[in-house]
């Protein structure tokens, strides 16, 4: 009988350990469900969806010359499954853990529509660690980034990466599968996306030619990657969150060749710390870790938000860092930071509002590393930065030396030179039509600390 491989954020043929499972038993029949519907079900932003609609075309390609096919549906995925399962006699089914709430629920509706008859076999793949296995001595999760890293890094090297099987045998009759192309996952006028396909070739083959470009670079990354104006990462974000690549092949790769890439693989294992914080508190994403912000006056300010949104804020570095992520779905780590501190410091607006647009924007938005992140800006999460350390952004700039990076973003200040292009405002320059600041720094701390001291006492 045919195994099923129900592909999700794992979108590659090699270290994919459902789909080795499932090719050393039977016939393999390759599905993925797009769920819009389901309620709790998060629904993919515009950003990733452009991802996904060419990952999907690069993994059928990939199957095609295996002599398989990618069957496509779009439901609810237990009445999918069952429904394949019904009209092909598949006996198992195999896929590889996730630990979003909403596939945690797919996971145990599943269980329940199909149970012993096609069971749901779940392997491990895509973190270094499976998330909830790297405990305290008392066998309790870690809450804080470091000592969780130093527990990890005992564990590490990870397990050395699997091979694509050579043979996968395909099914005598394949389901039906929907046409991607009428999932219209793609955008249409206007498409914003066409820096997009400048920027990234999603796929597992792409994910490959990263890999080896940046294992070039990886011995520089402790200098170059704080600063934007550089090519100073990876950029392997949105591989690594569709799982086009194993987070055990990035760092076997990586570490190859004896040099020390300790500050990579630290980051690396950020990847696994948020998924052991969603694991933990599966609402990370949608409520602030501590009570007391549930009191927190936060602004009702849509027009600043917008004004953030499109970068238009008069600080140069945030809105470099919002038009980069608009026109590539990709911002510089440090600028995500900045940025971030920025609407909920500055403009005192609930971090909830960022993290939706990140997640509808970014190419590689996850609901782990995004919630963990803007909850440790925003000082509101379990290892936090506390709320009154306000990140100044003009400081920040010059320090990070982000001159050029300002200049390729924003094209009104593409003729200031340093100093000047940090905070134009303050050196007495007004360009053209880049607006004036949306609020002072001073006057904007100020009142972010009158707020917190409102909910501390
Ligand atoms: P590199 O520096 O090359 O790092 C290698 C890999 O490590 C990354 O690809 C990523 O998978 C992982 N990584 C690095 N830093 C982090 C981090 N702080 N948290 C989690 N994983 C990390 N990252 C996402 O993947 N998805 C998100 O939705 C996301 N939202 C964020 C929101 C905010 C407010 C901030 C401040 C950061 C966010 N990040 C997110 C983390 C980080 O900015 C990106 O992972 C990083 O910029 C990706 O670029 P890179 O691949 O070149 O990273």
Redesign the pocket.
């Known amino acids: 009988d045919p195994a099923i491989v129900w592909f999700r954020r794992d979108l590659r043929l090699s270290d994919q350990a459902a789909l080795a499972a499932a090719a050393s038993d039977g016939p393999v029949i390759p599905v993925y469900i797009l769920d819009d519907d389901t309620p709790k079900h998060r629904k993919m932003g515009a950003a990733s969806r452009w991802w996904l609609h060419q990952s999907l075309q690069s993994l059928d390609a990939s199957l095609g010359a295996k002599g398989l096919r990618l069957i496509l549906r779009r439901g609810e995925s237990a009445a999918m499954l069952a429904d394949i399962v019904r009209t092909t006699g598949a006996a198992s089914i195999h896929a590889l853990r996730h630990y979003e709430p909403w596939w945690r629920n797919a996971e145990r509706a599943v269980r329940e529509e199909l149970g012993e008859d096609c069971p749901l076999e779940l392997h491990d793949g895509n973190y270094l660690m499976p998330p909830g296995s790297v405990t305290t001595g008392q066998g309790e999760p870690y809450k804080i980034y470091t000592p969780f890293w130093r527990a990890l890094n005992e564990h590490m090297p990870p397990p050395e990466p699997s091979r694509t099987p050579q043979k996968i045998a395909a099914p005598e009759r394949w389901p039906d599968s929907d046409d991607l192309g009428g999932w219209d996952l793609l955008p249409t006028q206007p498409n914003w996306a066409t820096g997009f396909a400048e920027a990234w070739t999603p796929g597992e083959a792409g994910a490959r030619v990263k890999v080896d470009a940046f294992i070039d670079e990886a011995t520089g990354y402790d200098a170059s990657?704080n600063l934007p104006s550089i090519e100073g990462?990876?950029?392997?974000?949105p591989h690594?969150?569709f799982g086009e690549v194993s987070p055990s092949t990035v760092w076997h790769r990586v570490t190859g060749r004896g040099r020390d890439v300790t500050t990579?693989c630290k980051?690396?294992a950020?990847?696994d710390y948020?998924q052991n914080a969603v694991l933990q508190f599966p609402q990370y994403g949608a409520e602030s870790y501590r009570e007391q912000f549930a009191d927190f006056p936060w602004r009702d300010a849509p027009e600043e938000l917008a004004c953030w949104q499109r970068g238009e804020t008069g600080y140069p570095i945030v809105d470099a860092g919002m038009r980069e992520l608009w026109a590539t779905g990709w911002m510089?780590?440090r600028v995500?930071?900045i940025a971030?501190s920025f609407l909920v410091k500055h403009l005192l607006i609930d971090w909830r509002e960022g993290e939706r647009w990140?997640w509808d924007t970014?190419v590689?938005?996850?609901y782990g590393?995004?919630a963990?992140?803007?909850q440790w800006?925003a000082g509101t999460g379990v290892d936090s930065n506390m709320f009154v350390r306000i990140m100044a952004p003009l400081s920040q700039s010059e320090k990070f030396d982000a001159g050029d990076y300002i200049r390729k973003w924003v094209p009104e200040l593409a003729d200031l030179d340093d100093p000047y292009v940090h905070d134009p405002e303050d050196h007495g320059c007004k360009p053209g039509d880049y607006p004036a600041k949306i609020i002072g720094h001073r006057e904007a701390r100020q009142r972010a600390l009158d707020a917190y001291a409102e909910i501390k006492g």
């Open positions: 990657r990462t990876s950029r392997l974000s690594l969150h990579f980051e690396i950020w990847r948020a510089h780590n995500r930071m971030a990140f970014l590689d938005a996850d590393s995004n963990t992140n803007w800006v």
